[in-house]
């Protein structure tokens, strides 16, 4: 009985911390984030958290390329190349294009988030479902480690494939910018759960 009543509150414990980290994390900004670069250990423990993530068939489709440093540079001057070459005259915006490069700069990191699709083993809706739960796996570790972050999918990502090299049925679905920041904890936006679940128990 009291083995019983240790685990429960064992258990409550960590139920606690998941919802605490679930409800806390937030899509943090690079205008949010500080100076300090996030150690290369700490990037690993998010990219190890990934891993976790269901994946039917075992297929792993997760694929990261993080940018750092020097390599973040040339990442954000391709951004805003493909930005500039792919946008007709009279809707290019210097602001727009100004910030591709700004956002870069101002994180410590970014990863740019890729699947590796496997179209004879599985419809490519399930790689990508397993993908956005390495995603969240990461989001969440991040939020954990104090760490801000956020999925962005500007159009240019599916032109990176080049730059990134990306391999045969490999795609690009965003980039995860990354940085420490000071933001104040703010509520997530959301609508009850209970509009968007029916229960049927007869
Ligand atoms: C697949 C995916 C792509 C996203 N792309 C963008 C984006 O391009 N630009 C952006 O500002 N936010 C993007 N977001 C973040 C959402 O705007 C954000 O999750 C939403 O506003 C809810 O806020 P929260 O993350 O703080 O709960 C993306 C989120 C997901 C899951």
Redesign the pocket.
């Known amino acids: 009985m009291l083995g019983i009543i240790r685990i429960k509150r064992f258990m409550e414990k960590e139920i606690d911390i998941l919802n605490r980290i679930i409800k806390r994390?937030?899509?943090i900004?690079p205008i949010s984030y500080t100076s300090q670069e996030i150690p290369v250990e700490v990037i690993r423990q998010i990219l190890e958290s990934a891993n976790y993530a269901p994946t039917h068939k075992l297929t792993e489709p997760w694929r990261f390329v993080v940018f750092r440093n020097e390599g973040k540079w040339k990442l954000g001057e391709q951004l805003a190349r493909l930005y500039k070459e792919n946008t007709p005259a009279a809707s290019f915006l210097q602001k727009k294009y100004d910030s591709i490069t700004e956002k870069v700069r101002q994180s410590s990191c970014v990863i740019v988030i890729n699947a590796q699709l496997n179209p004879d083993k599985l419809p490519a809706w399930e790689e990508i479902a397993a993908l956005?739960c390495a995603?969240q796996n990461m989001a969440l570790t991040a939020e954990a480690l104090s760490v801000g972050a956020?999925?962005?999918?500007?159009e240019m990502i599916s032109d990176l494939g080049d730059f990134l090299q990306l391999g045969e049925n490999e795609k690009c679905?965003?980039l995860f910018y990354m940085g420490y920041h000071n933001e104040e904890a703010r509520p997530?936006?959301r609508t009850p759960i209970e509009n968007k679940v029916r229960w049927v128990e007869a």
């Open positions: 994390r937030r899509s900004f956005g995603v956020y999925w962005s999918s500007p679905f965003g997530a936006k």
